[in-house]
């Protein structure tokens, strides 16, 4: 049975952990404030040059002078600052922000902080690394796309995609794969990457198409479509046909919209097809409509009364994109037929695009 004196003694020992944690939450907050006004007042004296040589306005290099002449007690607080600062602007500010950076020692740090056994300082250090965009660092960030730590892999792809090197593209799709047990880094964090290579990149991405991959094969994919790969076309004409994943089957036909051309449409065209997977025949519409040739306007015509309304919304809306040919089979599907909705919505939404009159 509860006794009084048990209820009293454990309501007294609630109530001073109560007491406890709202001390403890109060006492961390004045901390926080504390260390806030304190690097507020620390900055102080030079957040004015740290401005100004952020907006390139530092013509008589006094801004510069400045921060180069900052003691190593200041800098603690300064250098972060410069940091951040380095991450908003683009342009001249950023040679003379890493310049700062470098008098300092804070690039050659970041080198030797990518070895740390801290992974907030590996992933601190391949952070400012990648702000410098300095090629150079390229081979020292490779290893990282190794990295035990998911956040260190993460910053890795981030970084060397902030640099843009082409060298490093069959590393980063490389990096997709799983990693001693663990999953690999997300493949839109690696197609933005890649994307940010350029047309160097081209040679990894045809390798990255042959993959056994699914993962890689599929990043790869998109990426070709939408930097424009055309060299990639004859591996993605493959993929639509055969490969064993329906992701990547879509993907590459998604690409090949952008990258193809005429004698693609036969291609794209025979995947729109009964029986084939759902999201696969919509791209393949969609693609079509991409490629932009009459050459599709037989086969996308032929979908308009598809009983898939999305895929005939699709249809119609991708015969809007091969100009006349296209508009010449809308304009000619009967009032009352099935294909009649698709074709109706299509036109409207045109002429509401060009102006009233502009299919007429």
């Known amino acids: ?42 900055l102080a004296p030079h957040r004015m040059p740290l401005l100004i040589l952020g907006s390139g306005e530092d013509d008589d290099g006094a801004a510069m002078a400045h921060l180069l002449a900052v003691d190593h007690q200041a800098w603690r607080t300064v250098g972060p600052a410069v940091t951040a600062m380095l991450a908003k602007v683009r342009g001249e500010p950023v040679e003379d922000l890493v310049l700062v950076l470098r008098e300092h020692g804070d690039v050659d740090r970041a080198l030797a902080e990518l070895g740390s056994r801290s992974v907030v300082t590996r992933a601190r250090a391949a952070y400012l690394l990648g702000l410098v965009r300095d090629r150079s660092h390229v081979p020292h960030l490779l290893p990282l796309l190794r990295d035990r730590s998911a956040e260190v892999r993460l910053v890795a792809v981030r970084a060397l995609g902030a640099i843009g090197d082409p060298l490093a593209a069959g590393d980063v799709l490389r990096a997709l794969h799983s990693v001693r047990g663990h999953v690999g880094v997300p493949a839109f964090l690696a197609a933005e990457a890649l994307l940010s290579m350029g047309t160097g990149g081209a040679a990894a991405l045809r ?3 042959d993959s056994d991959d699914p993962t890689v094969r599929n990043a790869a994919a998109l990426v070709s479509g939408h930097g424009t790969f055309v060299s990639s076309a004859p591996r993605l004409r493959e993929l639509v046909d055969a490969d064993p994943d329906p992701e990547v089957r879509a993907t590459a ?5 952008f990258v193809g051309g005429a004698d693609d449409v036969p291609t794209l065209a025979r995947h729109t097809a009964m029986g084939e997977p759902v999201e696969l025949r919509r791209t393949c519409a969609a693609a079509l409509g991409e490629v932009g040739h009459p050459l599709a306007a037989d086969a996308l015509a032929g979908l308009l009364a598809d009983p898939d309304r999305r895929l005939a919304q699709i249809a119609a809306d991708a015969l809007v994109q091969l100009g006349p040919a296209g508009i010449t089979q809308l304009t000619g599907v009967p009032d009352g037929t099935r294909a009649a909705p698709a074709a109706r919505g299509a036109l409207q939404l045109a002429r509401l695009r060009a102006g009233d009159g502009a299919l007429a």
């Open 1 to 42: 049975m509860i006794t009084q004196g048990l209820l009293i003694g454990v309501s007294v020992v609630v109530a001073l952990t109560a007491v406890g944690l709202t001390v403890l939450v109060v006492a961390a907050k004045l901390v926080r404030t504390h260390r806030e006004r304190a690097t507020e007042a620390a």
């Open 253 to 257: 036909a998604s690409a090949l919209g």
């Open 207 to 209: 390798e990255g198409l």
